[in-house]
């Protein structure tokens, strides 16, 4: 079984711009989580989307958004991007089950987003 | 507010010897604990989880994890190092604080295994 894509793996960006950020998660996941890694952070918590519905956001401004497709597939932007947004993004899948939370996440390798 | 702690920065160990990253949680009601460790330029992989039972748990790669309620925590431990075991290794716990699979990470310990 596939494991969860993440594209583009590598991203430069320059200040004031904005970038769009892929994630496919594993055949029959329907959660999506997004999570954020810098050296200084470690790693936040950006959002959660199961069934196209976004379940959970983190503490980030609104230049970060993200959406999910009726086929699991999600996407995260950041508009008018800054210095201190370069990071290593992870998309993590799940199943998801509204049962219960004791389904682990499986992530992706990350894209990582360097802003000039 | 929940959280979890990973006390050390950094340990090191000798490869063939015992190895132990600690981590401590603080949650409300009972935690659902996971592990996982990442190499260079990786993502993260799945190592174990305590939901419910034994308290010892057994994962991928000769890892294990005990939980312990009284002292809050929940270390991860080999019984022989290797060296391809160096990396960074992250203490997660589930936020119970909702209808969510969010996880919380601890600010992970790199583990080094010298030859």
């Known amino acids: 079984k596939a494991g969860v894509t993440q594209t583009p793996r590598y991203l430069i960006k320059t200040r004031g711009q904005q970038v769009t950020l892929s994630c496919s998660p594993i055949s029959g996941h329907r959660s999506v989580s997004w999570y954020q890694q810098t050296p200084g952070q470690g790693l936040q918590f950006l959002f959660e989307?199961?069934?196209?519905?976004?379940?959970n956001k983190g503490n980030f401004p609104g230049r970060f958004s993200g959406r999910q497709f009726s086929n699991s597939r999600s996407e995260m932007n950041v508009s008018t991007l800054e210095l201190g947004d370069s990071a290593l993004y992870l998309c993590?899948?799940?199943?998801?089950?509204?049962?219960?939370?004791?389904?682990?996440?499986?992530f992706g390798p990350g894209t990582r987003l360097t802003v000039l | 507010a929940q959280s979890v702690a990973q006390p050390e920065d950094q340990v090191n160990v000798a490869e063939g010897n015992p190895l132990t990253v600690k981590c401590t949680y603080s949650?409300?009601?009972?935690?659902?604990l996971f592990w996982y460790v990442q190499y260079p330029n990786r993502g993260l992989q799945f190592l174990l989880k305590y939901i419910t039972g034994d308290n010892l748990v057994k994962g991928s790669y000769g890892f294990e994890a005990e939980f312990k309620k009284s002292q809050t925590s929940f270390h991860l431990k080999k019984p022989s190092a290797l060296v391809s075991d160096s990396a960074l290794y992250f203490c997660a716990v589930r936020d119970r604080s909702g209808n969510t699979g969010k996880l919380i990470f601890g600010q992970g310990t790199t583990l080094q295994v010298k030859p």
């Open positions: 989307y199961f069934s196209e519905t976004q379940r």
């Open positions: 993590a899948s799940s199943l998801g089950r509204t049962s219960g939370f004791n389904n682990e996440q499986f």
């Open positions: 949650v409300s009601g009972n935690p659902y």
